[in-house]
């Protein structure tokens, strides 16, 4: 069965400077997605930023990017020019593209508290 | 266009007691996912439902249950409560269910009902 793993509960980070999330994941298939989930405290969930396994170059979205590791199994997830609105709870998430052990639900990890101080 | 939204937001039950949760999709959307947050285990997958059908079933006692209705709107029932229900319940929609070898669809999730059982 796939698992996700955040090892990191908490970490904090200084606005306008980068933080580095990190994500690993334990899988024997080869093609997969992999989310990264922003829950504010408002509670609802909101997606990221996603990775499709078979592509090379690492997703972006505006000022949010992750570093895929795929041999490495790693995840991580990059904010740059934190901003006071980006704490939150972040979510890894990993999604199989086939009928496999997850059968197409999220697979989450217990997810990283960020805290923004300004 | 209107969000996911879960109805009740709160709620406070007993254990043994019964209850109902709701959860509209987003409009045009026809799958509809529940999953269950809780601190201790994180967010797990409970069900998906597709055209009034359950797909997919999470690790869960037989006491959770669901179903999904011709408009998309899906409820989540859970008999005889107990202590360990307490969670944050998600709702996710998304316009269609997870197919193999397809691109992932997003999951838009609602804001969450958070039931307390006492």
């Known amino acids: 069965a796939q698992t996700v793993t955040q090892s990191q509960p908490e970490m904090s980070v200084q606005e306008a400077e980068t933080v580095t999330l990190s994500c690993t994941y334990d899988?024997?298939?080869?093609?997969?997605?992999l989310f990264w989930y922003k829950q504010p405290p408002s509670r609802q969930m909101i997606l990221v930023i996603r990775q499709e396994a078979y592509k090379q170059q690492n997703a972006t979205e505006n000022r949010f990017s992750v570093n895929f590791q795929k041999a490495a199994k790693s995840f991580s997830l990059k904010i740059s020019d934190s901003q006071l609105g980006d704490a939150a709870m972040y979510f890894c998430a990993y999604r199989s593209k086939d009928y496999g052990g997850s059968q197409g639900n999220l697979i989450f990890g217990k997810g990283t508290k960020l805290s923004v101080k300004p | 266009k209107a969000g996911v939204t879960q109805t009740p937001r709160y709620l406070i039950k007993t254990r043994g007691q019964q209850v109902t949760l709701s959860c509209s999709p987003i409009?045009?959307?026809?799958?509809v996912s529940w999953y269950q947050q809780t601190p201790g285990q994180g967010l797990q997958f409970l069900f998906e439902?597709?055209?009034?059908?359950?797909?997919n079933k999470g690790n869960f006692p037989g006491r959770f249950s669901g179903r999904q209705f011709s408009n998309s709107r899906s409820e989540m029932n859970v008999s005889t409560l107990e202590l360990g229900d307490s969670a944050l319940y998600l709702c996710?929609?998304?316009?269609?269910?997870?197919?193999?070898?397809?691109?992932?669809?997003?999951?838009?999730f609602g804001p969450g009902t958070r039931l307390t059982v006492l």
């Open positions: 996710a929609s998304s316009l269609q269910p997870f197919l193999p070898g397809t691109s992932g669809l997003e999951q838009f």
């Open positions: 439902y597709f055209s009034e059908t359950q797909r």
């Open positions: 899988t024997s298939e080869s093609d997969y997605y």
């Open positions: 409009s045009g959307h026809r799958s």
